[in-house]
């Protein structure tokens, strides 16, 4: 039986991490072509991705600028604020690798 998947895939550089008590969250900036008019720009898009305590291991060895290769999966979530429903798209890691330090190292 075939399965129903929402998943991602980042490379990009680390841009914050935030540590909290059993989750961390993690900035990564990916860089996008697009064309604007005849030109071709680069923009830059920022990803916060959450880490449970399971990458913890893997999350210490990141730093700011460091090349990662993150995948995991996507969680659609809601709760109300007042009388409104708020909604919000999740990035869950499941794998976090370093590919090479933000100094040009290979990690």
């Known amino acids: 039986m075939p399965q129903n998947i929402a998943e991602f895939r980042i490379i990009g550089r680390v841009g914050k991490v935030t540590k909290r008590e059993k989750v961390s969250y993690v900035s990564i900036a990916a860089n996008y072509n697009r064309r604007d008019g005849d030109e071709w720009k680069q923009e830059t898009l ?62």
């Not at 990803?47 to 730093?63: D, H, K, P, R, W």
């Not at 700011?64 to 890691?93: C, F, M, W």
């Open 46 to 107: 920022w990803n916060n991705v959450i880490c449970f305590s399971n990458l913890t291991g893997l999350l210490e060895a990141a730093g700011k600028g460091d090349l990662v290769h993150v995948t995991g999966r996507v969680r659609e979530s809601q709760h109300n604020e007042g009388n409104e429903p708020t909604y919000r798209t999740e990035l869950i890691a499941d794998t976090f690798s370093v590919l090479a330090k933000g100094n040009g190292a290979e990690a």
